[in-house]
Nanobody, 115 residues
Framework: QVQVVESGGGLVQAGGSLRLSCAASGSIFSFNDMGWYRQASWKQRELVAVITSEGTTNYADSVKGRFTISRDYAKNTVYLQMNSLKPEDTAVYYC?????????WGKGTLVTVSS
């Protein structure tokens, strides 16, 4: 059984920063891809950033240059540093951990950016 738990969301003013953390634990020794998705109330869930087991990263165009994903492989933890936040970044952010094509999701953490 795998547990994925996010933390670090909250309310921030436009232009501010937040750092999200996600820890995956359980019966899996290591994961392939780990990443972040987000879902605003009026939109479908979308990819924000992903980092592979080799350290390759991929970002949504909307966050390139502002967000940075990183990973602690020993702790099965992934981070998302979010800078220069905009009101349109407001969403529930979900952590995703993949192993053997199985996707495990956290319950999400709310990020609210006020203008």
């Amino acid at each position: 059984q795998v547990q994925v738990v996010e933390s670090g969301g909250g309310l921030v003013q436009a232009g501010g920063s937040l750092r999200l953390s996600c820890a995956a634990s359980g019966s899996i020794f290591s994961f392939n891809d780990m990443g972040w998705y987000r879902q605003a109330s009026w939109k479908q869930r979308e990819l924000v950033a992903v980092i592979t087991s080799e350290g390759t990263t991929n970002y949504a165009d909307s966050v390139k240059g502002r967000f940075t994903i990183s990973r602690d492989y020993a702790k099965n933890t992934v981070y998302l540093q979010m800078n220069s936040l905009k009101p349109e970044d407001t969403a529930v952010y979900y952590c995703n951990a993949v192993v053997y094509a199985m996707h495990y999701w956290g319950k999400g953490t709310l990020v609210t950016v006020s203008s």
